[in-house]
Structure formats: C-alpha cells, structure tokens
C-alpha cells in the first residue's frame, strides 16, 4: 500500500478483555516496528520484526503482550487482560532496511476502561 | 543502556528568528540519529537523518541538524521559525532500532 495502515485508529474496552491490534506496513519493508506513546510522553519500543522473526522483543512490557508477523507482511500486536496503564497509541512503523528510516502509520488509540 | 535526551519539555521561539532544539545521545560507537516531527492529531513525519558523511545534515521544510561526535549531539536547526513549525519534534538514534528522546514541543509565536 502507499502507506502504513493500522486498524483500528480507536479502540475502548474494558479492563481484562483481551485486544488484537493491527498493522499493514508498505509492501516491500522487510522492517517492522512496534511502539507506544502515552499521553504527552515519548515513544517506548516495545518489538521489532526483521521478516517474519522478532529479533528484539526486549520492550514487551510483560508476558501480556505478544506479537505476531506473517508472511513478511502483516503483524498483529495483543494484549491480554487489558489494564488501564495499557491505555495509549500504539504506533507501527516500517521500514525498507535496518536504519533506512522509519514510515509511521496513524496509529491505534487505546482506552482502557 | 542506550539513551536519547531531548532537555527541554518546551522551545518557545518568536517567527522569524532562529529556533534550536537540542538532542544529546549515548550510544556506543556511531548510531544513525534522526528527527522526526508530530503534529497534531496527526502520525510521525521524518524530518532529516544522519549516518555518516557531512556533519551538517539538512532535511524537509527547511530544517538542519548538526552531528557533534565529542559532545554527543544532534541538535536540530532551523534558520528562520515559521508558525506552521510549531509542532512536537523527537530526536532518535540507535542501530537495529531507534531509541526516541522524550519529544520536544516547539511553539512559534507571531
């Protein structure tokens, strides 16, 4: 696609459902990132994707969080048993390379309530 | 442990005049850094970029960045401020993936 896509841009649900967040990178990145940003803060790393593998998970805030790549192309991010300090954006970013520069999606807000 | 610093919450410049936001970063060796721009309500947008060359890197809408390898830094420049620059701007660095500081939120003023 011309950009990277994620679904949903918003999402609300209740504290302990779980969530399936989603991002489409641009056809052709190899790379694929995964952050958060919450409210006025910086963004925190959480996973990157090099294909299909995740050689740096190291951000996963804990064992709630998984993701997931297939195919070289779309990821999904989960959360389960959702908390209210889970509630921010999340933003996917891809990239042609290591270090090419990244293309941000719009990113998904989460509230947890 | 990799870090971005980005020192100031808030740069408050008058339009026309010369804006600096300032970057310091730890990384070991030579790490890519960039500077990405966000606007309001909207997604991150690259801004400029160093690898390696030329210290003086110049990037989109009339920014510039200057890589000081002795002082760790990547301060990012802009010779004129417009008011369609006041945005929140991160400063990023690292190998295999990017390290952002904390964002700074610059204001223009007319």
């Known amino acids: 696609g011309a950009g990277v896509s994620q679904s949903p841009s918003n999402k609300v649900t209740e504290k302990g459902k779980d969530v399936e967040l989603r991002c489409d990178p641009i056809s052709g990145h190899t790379a694929l990132y995964w952050y958060r940003q919450s409210l006025g803060q910086g963004l925190e790393f959480l996973i990157y994707?090099?294909?299909?593998?995740?050689?740096?998970k190291s951000g996963l805030p804990s064992d709630r969080f998984s993701a997931e790549r297939t195919g070289g192309s779309v990821s999904t991010l989960t959360i389960q048993r959702t908390q209210q300090e889970d509630s921010a954006v999340y933003l996917c970013?891809?990239?042609?390379?290591?270090?090419?520069?990244?293309?941000f999606g719009s990113g998904t807000r989460l509230t947890v309530v | 442990a990799q870090s971005v610093a980005q020192p100031e919450d808030q740069v408050n410049v008058a339009e026309g005049n010369p804006l600096t936001v300032k970057c310091t970063y730890s990384v070991s060796g030579n790490p890519y850094l960039f500077w990405y721009v966000q606007y309001p309500n909207r997604g991150l947008q690259f801004l400029l970029k160093y690898i390696t060359g030329d210290n003086l890197v110049k990037g989109s809408y009339g920014f510039e960045a200057e890589f000081n390898k002795s002082q760790t830094s990547f301060h990012l420049k802009k010779p004129s401020a417009l008011v369609s620059d006041s945005a929140l701007y991160f400063c990023?660095?690292?190998?295999?993936?990017?390290?952002f500081g904390a964002g700074t939120r610059l204001a223009v003023h007319p």
């Open positions: 994707f090099q294909g299909n593998s995740a050689p740096d």
């Open positions: 970013a891809s990239s042609p390379g290591q270090m090419r520069g990244y293309t």
């Open positions: 990023a660095g690292g190998y295999n993936k990017l390290i």
